[in-house]
C-alpha cells in the first residue's frame, strides 16, 4: 500500500515560524506511523518561491530574485531537520524540473480547451496571492493579512473552473472522505454548490515566474505555479525512476485552513483538465494561536520554531503542538504550556517511568530483565495498536496522543499499585516481582513503539536503555515482544530540566 503525504510548500519571502513548523511535524508524525505499518511512504516538503511578495522582498533588498530565494531556501530546508522530520524529497518551484512540468501541466489544459484570454480588473491580495471580492472584504482590508488589497487590470489567461462546478459536485458527493474534517468539507462543498467562477491563470506584469509556453510575455499564476508540485516531484526526485506510478493517486496534502479553496477546489479542476486523477484525500488543520492571535510574521509575534527546538528538543515540540490543540481545529498555545507539559508530562509521566523501570531493574535484578509473563492487560495493548492506528487514518493526531498517553498513566499506575519496592523485601514474592517488572519493561517497551512516531528521538532512547533492539514495525505493539537483556542500569533522564522558555 502507497501513502504518500505533501506539506504546502511555504513563501520564502519570510523565515519559518512555529506555524510552519507545525504543519511539517504533524505530517511527519502521520508519515512515519504508516511506515511503521509498513506501507510504501513518500514524504514532500518545499518551498513555494515564484510569488510577487517574494519578488518585492528581493527587490527591496537589492537582490536579483534567484540570489535572494537560493540563499533564503536554505532557512527553509533546516525546518524539516530542526523538527526532525525525515522527509523524502524537498522540491524548490525554482527546480528547471518542475518549471518545464508546470509548463507541460498547464499546456495540456490548453490543449482540452480550458483556458481562455480575457481582460481583468479586480482586487488583489499579495499576502494571499488571489484576487479578492468586495465581500470578503472587512472595512476594505483582506481579514488574513489586514492589509489594502490592490487594483489590477491586466490582460489574462484563465481557466473555465466554472465548467467544473458539476464534476467536483459529484466528486464531493461520491467521497464523503475527500476533505476531512466534515466541516471542512461541508465548506468546500457549499462554495462549489454556490457558484464557481473563472479565475486567472497568469499574470502579465511580472517578470517572476514559469513563462506561459504559448505566450512567454506571461507567468503561470502563482498559485497553479505551487499546486502543480505534489505532482512534479514525483517525477524528478529520483532521477530516471518516474514516481507517479506509486504514489499517485495516492496522495494525501495536508494544508491549513488558509489555503482550502486552492486545495479542495482549484487543484482537482486543474487535474481532471491535465487528465490527471485528484488527490485520494485533503486534511485540513486549523491555526495555532498564541495568547488567541494568529502566530504570522506581520503580526509580530512570531516563535521562532527553532528557537523552541533550541530550548526544548524537537520531540518535546512535536508533542507539545499536537497534544495541546485538538488537531483540526483552531487553538491557543503558550510558552508556559510548553514548559509545563515538557515537566510534568514528558519529564515525570514518561521520563520518570523509564528511570524508575531500569533502576528497578538495576537493583533488585542486576541488571537483568525476567522474562516473566502473566501480568499486564493484553486487551490494553490491543486498544493502543488499533485505536492509535484508526485514529491516525482519520488524521486525529490529537486523540492518537491521548490514547498513547492513558496507557503510559496507566504504566504508572501499574508501578504506584504493585509496589516493587515492598515485594522486594520478602524473597518469598521473588515470582511474583519477576511478573510485576517485566509487565513493566513489556508495557514501556510498547510503548516506546507506539509513540516513536511523536518522539522519534526518545523512542530509541528507551528501547536501548531497556536493552531492546531499536525496531519500529507496529507489530512490535502487541504484547509480550520483550527480549532477554541484562547490563540494565538506571537510565539517564529523558528530558532533563531546562530553564523556562520565557527565560530562555
Ligand atoms: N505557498 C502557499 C502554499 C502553497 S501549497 C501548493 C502558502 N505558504 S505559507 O508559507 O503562507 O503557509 C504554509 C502553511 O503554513 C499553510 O498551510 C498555513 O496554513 C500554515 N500556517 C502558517 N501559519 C500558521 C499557524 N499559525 N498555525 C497553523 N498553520 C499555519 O500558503
Same mark, same amino acid.
Given at each position: 500500500m502507497s501513502f504518500y503525504l505533501t506539506t504546502p510548500i511555504y513563501y520564502v519571502n519570510s523565515t519559518p515560524h512555529i506555524g510552519h513548523a507545525y504543519t511539517t511535524l504533524a505530517? *511527519?508524525?502521520?508519515?512515519? /506511523? /504508516?511506515?511503521?505499518? +509498513? @506501507? &510504501?511512504?513518500?514524504?514532500?516538503?518545499g518551498t513555494d518561491e515564484h510569488a510577487s511578495k517574494v519578488y518585492r522582498v528581493a527587490e527591496a533588498e537589492g537582490l536579483d !530574485?534567484?540570489?535572494?530565494? &537560493?540563499?533564503?531556501? @536554505?532557512?527553509?530546508? @533546516?525546518? !524539516? @531537520?530542526? %523538527? &526532525?522530520?525525515?522527509i523524502d524529497f524537498f522540491i524548490r518551484t525554482t527546480d528547471e524540473e518542475h518549471k518545464r512540468f508546470v509548463q507541460d501541466f498547464v499546456q495540456r489544459i490548453y490543449d482540452n480547451g480550458d483556458i481562455y484570454e480575457d481582460t481583468y480588473a479586480g482586487l488583489y491580495c499579495v499576502g494571499c496571492e488571489a484576487f479578492k471580492t468586495e465581500a470578503e472584504l472587512v472595512d476594505g482590508k483582506c481579514p488574513e493579512h489586514d492589509t489594502v488589497p490592490e487594483w489590477i487590470e491586466e490582460k489574462n489567461y484563465f481557466f473555465r473552473l466554472s465548467a467544473y462546478q458539476d464534476r467536483l459536485l459529484q466528486l464531493y458527493d461520491e467521497r464523503p472522505d475527500f476533505v476531512q474534517p466534515p466541516f471542512r468539507y461541508n465548506e468546500a462543498r457549499s462554495f462549489i454548490a454556490s457558484g464557481l467562477q473563472d479565475f486567472s491563470l497568469?499574470?502579465? +506584469?511580472?517578470?517572476? +515566474?514559469?513563462?506561459?509556453?504559448? &505566450? !512567454? +510575455?506571461? #507567468? %503561470?499564476?502563482?498559485? #497553479? *505555479?505551487a499546486l502543480i508540485n505534489y505532482l512534479s516531484a514525483l517525477t524528478y526526485a529520483r532521477p530516471g525512476d518516474d514516481l507517479r506510478e506509486r504514489y499517485w493517486p495516492a496522495v494525501r496534502h495536508l494544508i491549513g485552513k488558509d489555503i482550502l479553496r486552492f486545495h479542495c477546489i482549484y487543484w482537482p479542476a486543474l487535474l481532471l483538465s491535465a487528465g490527471y486523477e485528484v488527490p485520494r484525500e485533503i486534511f485540513v488543520h486549523g491555526y495555532l494561536l498564541l495568547d488567541d492571535r494568529k502566530i504570522s510574521k506581520s503580526r509580530g509575534n512570531v516563535i521562532d520554531a527553532l528557537d523552541l527546538v533550541d530550548v526544548y528538543g524537537s520531540d518535546a515540540v512535536r508533542y507539545w503542538a499536537t497534544r495541546s490543540v485538538q488537531f483540526g481545529q483552531d487553538g491557543s498555545v503558550s510558552l508556559d504550556s510548553v514548559h509545563e507539559r515538557y515537566e510534568r508530562e514528558l519529564g515525570n509521566d514518561l521520563g520518570n517511568l523509564l528511570s524508575r523501570t531500569t533502576a528497578l531493574i538495576a537493583k533488585f535484578r542486576d541488571g537483568r530483565i525476567p522474562i516473566a509473563p502473566g501480568l499486564g492487560e493484553e486487551a490494553a495493548f490491543d486498544r493502543l495498536a488499533t485505536e492509535v492506528s484508526r485514529k491516525l487514518d482519520a488524521f486525529d493526531l490529537t486523540g492518537a496522543l491521548d490514547e498513547l498517553w492513558e496507557f503510559v498513566r496507566a504504566l504508572n499506575k501499574f508501578v504506584t499499585d504493585t509496589k516493587p519496592w515492598e515485594l522486594a523485601k520478602d524473597e518469598a514474592n521473588a515470582d511474583e516481582l519477576d511478573r510485576v517488572l517485566y509487565a513493566l519493561v513489556d508495557g514501556l517497551r510498547a510503548a516506546a513503539v507506539a509513540l516513536y512516531a511523536y518522539l522519534p528521538a526518545t523512542a530509541p532512547k528507551i528501547l536501548r536503555a531497556l536493552g531492546q533492539p531499536e525496531e519500529f514495525a507496529w507489530s512490535g505493539v502487541a504484547q509480550g515482544g520483550t527480549a532477554e537483556a541484562d547490563g540494565i542500569e538506571p537510565s539517564v533522564p529523558l528530558f532533563p530540566r531546562v530553564e523556562s522558555a520565557a527565560a530562555a
Open positions: 505530517a *511527519d508524525i502521520l508519515v512515519r /506511523h /504508516h511506515r511503521q505499518r +509498513g @506501507e &510504501d511512504t513518500f514524504f514532500l516538503t !530574485p534567484k540570489t535572494y530565494v &537560493d540563499r533564503i531556501a @536554505e532557512k527553509w530546508r @533546516e525546518l !524539516p @531537520e530542526r %523538527v &526532525d522530520a525525515d497568469s499574470r502579465a +506584469g511580472q517578470p517572476w +515566474g514559469v513563462s506561459i509556453p504559448w &505566450d !512567454p +510575455g506571461q #507567468v %503561470v499564476y502563482v498559485w #497553479v *505555479d
